[in-house]
Nanobody
Framework: QLQLVESGGALVQPGGSLRLACTAS???????IGWFRQAPGKEREGVSC????????YYADSVKGRFTTSRDNAKNTVYLQMNGLKAEDTAGYYC???????????????????WGQGTQVTVSS
């Protein structure tokens, strides 16, 4: 079974940057990897996704132009670079895997079968 571990969450000031990492227990070559976030009292929402083939990327409107996802298959790791952070970006961030590249663009929680435990990002002055 695929296991995912997120890292890199921290407390950061508004306007700051963080890079999250999602490291897998085995090869990620065939998986699309999504990043999701969940704030207290809110539903989990899709942030970004990167496909297995061609590494195409998709983003929620709320993070376009600020967040970038990338993958390093040799390291079994996917990254989420977050710039221009805002208070509303505060949430637990989770990575998740799906074999369905074609559903990457939907950023739907139900598409993703394997999940990490999450890492906390807090944006506050």
């Amino acid at each position: 079974q695929l296991q995912l571990v997120e890292s890199g969450g921290a407390l950061v000031q508004p306007g700051g940057s963080l890079r999250l990492a999602c490291t897998a227990s085995r090869s990620l070559n065939v998986f699309a990897i999504g990043w999701f976030r969940q704030a207290p009292g809110k539903e989990r929402e899709g942030v970004s996704c990167i496909t297995s083939a061609d590494a195409n990327t998709y983003y929620a409107d709320s993070v376009k132009g600020r967040f970038t996802t990338s993958r390093d298959n040799a390291k079994n790791t996917v990254y989420l670079q977050m710039n221009g952070l805002k208070a509303e970006d505060t949430a637990g961030y989770y990575c998740a895997a799906t074999i369905r590249d074609e559903r990457c663009t939907d950023l739907l929680v139900k598409t993703f079968a394997s999940w990490g435990q999450g890492t906390q990002v807090t944006v506050s002055s």
